[in-house]
């Protein structure tokens, strides 16, 4: 790759996924006191949570049912653990939920800031990023809701005939139906997988962030699902590497077999191994949370570069020589973008959208 500017955590130029990867671990490294505090503060809050609600709502999942006449549980208990289970799920899924959201907003500034070589603190990430964490919530449920929505169109038809009673044709027709509903939803993903970042930096709605995202994504959507799927496979063996240890170590202090686990038999709910494991998700969260949101921040700038010569005003933004840095001040405007300004869309630079961390 040629030679480059690079007054942060990357050249100033279009990127390779390495360097993606390599410029999200270098914002942890810059910034780690910034980064690792506000990843370790929402991990320790939102496992806490985590592990409160899971300790109580399950306290009684280790207790045997009572069976009816025929050996089975009866219908009703069935029925209400199935409930409870499900609820359960549904509120540590929304803490997760609201965890990832912050973390995402603030570690989005801070590689926007890492990207132009400057220093932030925790205390800027949130004064840059709360005012929008409103709309990012609106856009983590919303896209979620669209592949659920997708999945329930794909496989409706099949349980419809199933219920008319032609079971292995219902079968046949859901299991279709399940393929393509996630064949789509994986598109729907991808396309607007750069969504979070433009609506953070370029201060955008719900839906006008969507649009930007397919907008980047169009052209490139093999190398942006080729790249996420690296970070989540990066992820997953982090998460791995730490949680089997935790689980081992889980086991061992709550007095749990696991035989007793494979057999499903065993209480994993309480505290002593609730406990423990919530300590090897902080770990886990604490390092995977920067790694995420720093390259889906990066993927953002790098479409941005390859299509709007983002690199230009990321110089210019950083005060770099030769960039227009030494216009004076009074200058008459000329209809471009000033050295903190940057071009947000593909039909040409717009004096009022903002370069990333400018």
């Known amino acids: 790759m040629p030679q480059a500017a690079k007054p942060g955590v990357i050249p100033l130029r279009p990127l390779a996924i390495g360097e993606i990867l390599d410029g999200a671990v270098a914002t942890m490294r810059a910034h780690w006191r910034t980064v690792l505090g506000i990843s370790l503060i929402l991990a320790v809050v939102s496992q806490t949570a985590v592990t409160v609600v899971t300790g109580l709502w399950f306290q009684d999942a280790g207790r045997a049912p009572a069976m009816s006449n025929d050996g089975a549980p009866p219908l009703r208990d069935t029925l209400r653990e199935a409930g409870n289970t499900l609820a359960g799920s549904a509120i540590t899924s929304v803490i997760g939920l609201l965890a990832t959201i912050i973390a995402t907003g603030l570690l989005t500034m801070v590689v926007s800031r890492a990207v132009l070589g400057r220093t932030v603190t925790a205390g800027d990430a949130w004064r840059e990023a709360r005012s929008q964490l409103p709309r990012l919530l609106g856009l983590l449920v919303l896209l979620p809701l669209m592949v659920t929505a997708t999945v329930a169109v794909g496989v409706t038809p099949g349980f419809l005939v199933i219920a008319t009673g032609t079971f292995d044709i219902g079968v046949a027709l859901a299991l279709f139906g399940g393929l393509a509903a996630t064949v789509v939803s994986i598109w729907l993903w991808v396309r607007y997988s750069l969504a979070s970042p433009a609506l953070m930096l370029e201060k955008q709605g719900v839906i ?19 790249a996420q799927l690296l970070t989540y496979l990066l992820i997953a063996i982090v998460e791995f590497i730490i949680q089997i240890p935790a689980t081992l170590i889980a086991f061992v202090i709550g007095g749990e077999s696991l035989m007793d686990w494979a057999n499903g038999t065993s209480n994993t709910t309480g505290w002593s191994f609730l406990i423990v494991l919530g300590i090897g998700a902080v770990i886990s969260s604490t390092i995977t949370f920067p790694v995420s949101a720093g390259v889906t921040a990066l993927l953002y700038m790098d479409q941005r570069i390859r299509r709007e010569a983002l690199d230009l005003e990321l110089a210019r933004a950083a005060g770099l020589p030769g960039f227009g840095t030494d216009v004076p001040a009074d200058a008459p405007p000329t209809g471009g973008p000033t050295p903190d300004t940057a071009p947000a869309a593909d039909s040409g630079p717009r004096p009022t959208d903002t370069a990333p961390g400018s």
């Open 208 to 226: 006008a962030s969507m649009r930007r995202s397919a907008k980047l994504v169009r052209g490139s959507w093999w190398r942006v699902l080729g």
